[in-house]
């Protein structure tokens, strides 16, 4: 069982950034892909990025390619998603995710855990 808490949610007006975090449990999150998806008010939840469990590979949704960036330290079981040039349309929670199997599984919008969610919203 892994058990996902995000972190650095909050309000930034646009064209600032943000740094979200996920810190895991469990032992084996060194082992799992991660990624990052957000919901507006109203919207369907959606793909943001995704990481391989290694950190060799990521992938993003073409609305958020070259300003946003994830990562990963495995030794600290954490994941982060740095948001740069905010947008008022980046308004969401922002969801942290693992998965089991492979990125492909998350990049498609499906994970096995999920953690809670952090609010972030862009003031224009």
């Known amino acids: 069982q892994v058990q996902l808490v995000e972190s650095g949610g909050g309000l930034v007006q646009a064209g600032g950034s943000l740094r979200l975090s996920c810190a895991a449990s469990?032992?084996?999150?060194?082992?799992?892909?991660m990624g990052w998806f957000r919901q507006a008010p109203g919207k369907e939840r959606e793909f943001v990025a995704a990481i391989s469990w290694s950190g060799r590979s990521t992938y993003y949704a073409d609305s958020v390619k070259g300003r946003f960036t994830i990562s990963r330290d495995n030794a600290k079981n954490t994941v982060y998603l740095q948001m740069n040039s905010l947008k008022p349309e980046d308004t969401a929670v922002y969801y942290c995710a693992a998965d089991k199997g492979t990125t492909s599984t998350i990049v498609a919008g499906r994970a096995d855990y999920w953690g809670q969610g952090t609010q972030v919203t862009v003031s224009s």
């Open positions: 469990g032992r084996t999150f060194s082992s799992y892909p």
